[in-house]
């Protein structure tokens, strides 16, 4: 029978079962949620217990969402967070979590902490981020709980009176307190008197956790340190005799100098400052990884795209114009005076929406080349599940990446650089002129480096770099990620990792590999294209024999300049050890060099760099440039000390082995700090001091792993049911 034919014949049986079908559809996800809900607990069952005999119920948890949303109906929520206070900032974000606004929170705390000297590194920052997910009701009502054990309580009157305050000032005096309350309460079912207790609970919490965040344990050794390290300054005139300017007189060392140098420092990693290595020698190789490429040049995709009409550029503006607005001030001849919103014409600003339309129509088409060639080089994922796969079934699944370019390169006529690399370190890749200028945009307002992303791959373990929630995912290898565009706007790319590799010792001297780098800036070609570990060694052979050369001349430069001058010392050095630059054949190997009051490095210092950079890949080259300066003005310091001890003057010289270089010093002073001005700012020293272990310690206090392990929190078991992890805030609701 024809099919139509059938439909026509069966019409009123097939209306029927239609209907029956919507029936379902409509009735079952109801139906599903009861079945979902918990089965045997009432309103007043233990949901979850906390303390030594605290218990939440359903009709908690409902309680503390009211209570939220009547606070959130309050402004509180936006109040907290708007406050340049560390603990008012993550209280706000652990009660009112804000998917949207919270990668741009996030960003401020970490401007915070850097402007304003914190202790706190952005790694820990994202763990707060990544915890503080879950459940605010709970966070609620165990912090409540912590306050009042503490006896810290807050009358609903003196939370009446802050509203008072507080209300008009957020609503820009639209609306006073007395009536904001009332409407909010009426609406989520509660009593002014029920509002207000809230919100003291809210007052409560802040001043428990100042308490124990005040810690006032700054001593008095710490604090003169810190005035000494603030106020003392080092000036001098020196010039650098480092031993890269001597290479040319070393000579070649044997086998058995190379292999001793290599045996004696092929455990440290490059850099590593230390007693055993004063120098910073070290051949052990950092984390590496490997990773396929494809690259186009954003000029050869221009030629794809047509610029922007007259019609576009001007319907844009139509439908953006609040986005072309700017403040002046109505009289303009006081800056004093008000300002008013002035919106700008479409004359003014149609250049620029061309340009922006322009750049989104090329970026728009080199992600549709690209995208294409990974559909292609990943068109077997489609039925996997690569979640559960492990790296070897998704790397038999993998495609060829120069075969998926070739065919999108041929289907839109645009060349696609392709390639694997070595396995490469993040200096080598951040040094290369196309890898190194490599970002992927994020829900953060900044982008993320290639490194900070590829480096975050699982299989360099506890060496591989932390992504923030707000950065994108972290990449699985051979699954590729992207696109990433570079900082100028010249090319875009899309990469995976193929391989990684953590710090290890090389098997013997003998190791190199070819880079395999890009070359598609036209300097490329110029980049050292091959890694020789032997001919490293050999020249830190040569650097220790150039050292002593530095230090000769030195000592020569000095005997020059007290029989004659410094001029004329310094025109004889240039003159028989001094390179002539193609480049810049005036610019001078040997010249003097100023340092005009320069502060001393604490090892404070040290630590908050290190704290601050936390998570990131490179980070050790930072901390040992930030170690090896400190050293430098130290040692400057301290032989101003020493020369001032024993009544003696400058020129000197002082020899410096991290450097590998001696400074032949013309001047040297350091500026000296009284008993009576630290008297002055001893008080103000104690509180700034205060204030910033204060602000670091709240991090810790709100940090949601933190909370629930004060509050010991763990979901109720039901009978013949395997115990829920008691860190997981959200198992207790399928108890």
């Known amino acids: 029978m024809h099919l139509v034919k059938w439909f026509r014949k069966n019409m009123t049986k097939l209306m029927a079962i239609f209907v029956i079908l919507i029936m379902i559809a409509f009735i079952m996800p109801t139906v599903l949620q009861q079945l979902s809900k918990p089965r045997n607990i009432g ?128 609503t820009n005096n639209q609306i006073d307190a007395a009536t904001a309350v009332k409407r909010i309460c009426s609406a989520n079912g509660m009593t002014d008197e029920q509002g207000l207790t809230a919100f003291a609970d809210v007052l409560s919490i802040v001043i428990y956790s100042r308490i124990v965040s005040d810690s006032e344990n700054v001593t008095e050794s710490q604090m003169e340190n810190m005035f000494a390290r603030a106020k003392v300054k080092v000036s001098a005139e020196f010039v650098p005799f480092k ?82 607005t700017e403040q002046e001030p109505v009289d303009v001849n006081d800056p004093n005076s008000k300002t008013a919103a002035r919106q700008k014409s479409y004359a003014e600003v149609a250049e620029a929406i061309r340009d922006g339309l322009y750049a989104r129509k090329v970026n728009s088409q080199g992600t549709k080349i690209l995208n294409k060639a990974v559909e292609q080089a990943e068109s077997k994922f489609e039925s996997l599940d690569l979640e559960k796969m492990g790296v070897e079934g998704i790397k038999s699944k993998a495609g060829d990446y120069t075969a998926a370019a070739e065919a999108s390169s041929k289907e839109f006529n645009v060349k696609i650089y392709t390639g694997r690399t070595a396995l490469l370190s993040t200096e080598e890749i951040q040094s290369n002129k196309d890898f190194g200028t490599l970002m992927m945009a994020g829900q953060s307002r900044m982008p993320v480096r290639l490194t900070r992303l590829a480096f975050s791959v699982k299989q360099l373990g506890s060496e591989a770099s932390k992504l923030s929630p707000f950065d994108p995912p972290m990449p699985k290898m051979y699954v590729s990620f992207g696109p ?48 020789i570990l032997k001919d490293n060694v050999i020249k830190d052979c040569k650097r220790l024999q150039g050292l002593k050369f530095a230090e000769d ?99 000197t010289i002082i020899e410096f082995e991290p450097t590998l270089s001696c400074y032949a010093v013309k001047s040297l002073s350091c500026s000296s700090v009284s008993i009576d001005e630290y008297q002055k700012v001893r008080q103000q020293l104690a509180f700034q001091q205060d204030y910033i272990d204060s602000q670091s310690m709240a991090i810790e206090h709100f940090m949601p792993e933190n909370i629930l392990k004060r509050l010991n929190l763990k979901p109720v078991k039901e009978p013949n049911k395997p115990g829920a992890d008691s860190n997981d805030i959200n198992a207790g609701e399928n108890s």
Request: with cysteine; charged share 25%; net charge negative.
């Open 484 to 531: 990433l565009s570079d900082t100028t706007g010249n090319i875009m790319a899309m990469v995976r990792v193929v391989d990684a590799a953590g710090s290890a010792v090389p098997a013997d001297i003998g190791f190199s590999y070819q880079r395999n780098l890009p070359e598609i800036s036209e300097d490329a070609k110029a980049e050292n294209k091959v890694f």
């Open 243 to 324: 031993a890269e300017d001597f290479l040319n007189k070393a000579s070649e060392p044997d086998d058995a100098q190379i292999m001793a140098q290599f045996e004696k420092y092929k455990n440290y990693l490059p850099g590593t400052i230390s007693e055993d290595n004063p120098y910073g020698f070290g051949y052990k190789l950092m984390p590496r990884i490997s990773l396929d490429y494809m690259i186009i040049k954003l000029e050869d995709v221009k030629k794809l795209v047509t610029k922007p009409t007259e019609e576009e550029v001007e319907d844009f503006y139509q439908h953006n114009l609040e986005r072309f």
């Open 43 to 170: 309103l007043e069952n233990a949901m979850w217990l906390y303390g030594k005999d605290k218990k939440i119920t359903v009709n908690d948890m409902r309680q503390a969402t009211t209570e939220l949303a009547v606070l959130r109906g309050l402004y509180v929520n936006r109040f907290l967070i708007s406050q340049p206070d560390l603990k008012l900032m993550l209280l706000g974000q652990l009660l009112f979590p804000e998917t949207v606004p919270a990668a741009a929170l996030s960003d401020e705390l970490k401007k915070m902490t850097v402007q304003d000297h914190y202790y706190i590194s952005p790694s820990r920052i994202d763990d707060f981020f990544a915890q503080s997910h879950g459940r605010p009701e709970l966070y609620w009502i165990g912090l409540k709980y912590e306050a009042s054990q503490a006896g810290c309580a807050v009358s609903s009157a003196q939370a009446g009176e802050i509203l008072n305050r507080l209300i008009p000032q957020m």
């Open 553 to 651: 001349a030195a000592k020569n430069f000095l005997e020059t300049v007290k029989k004659q001058s410094w001029d004329d010392a310094l025109a004889k050095i240039n003159g028989s050890s001094g390179k002539k630059g193609k480049a810049e054949p005036e610019k001078k190997t040997f010249a003097i060099q100023t340092w005009n009051e320069v502060g001393r490095v604490s090892q404070m210092d040290i630590e908050a760099i290190k704290m601050r950079i936390a998570g990131s890949t490179s980070t050790e080259n930072v901390v040992n440039q930030a170690i090896i300066y400190g050293k430098l003005i130290n040692a400057f310091y301290s032989k101003s000390e020493d020369m001032q001890a024993k009544n003696e003057k400058p020129p």
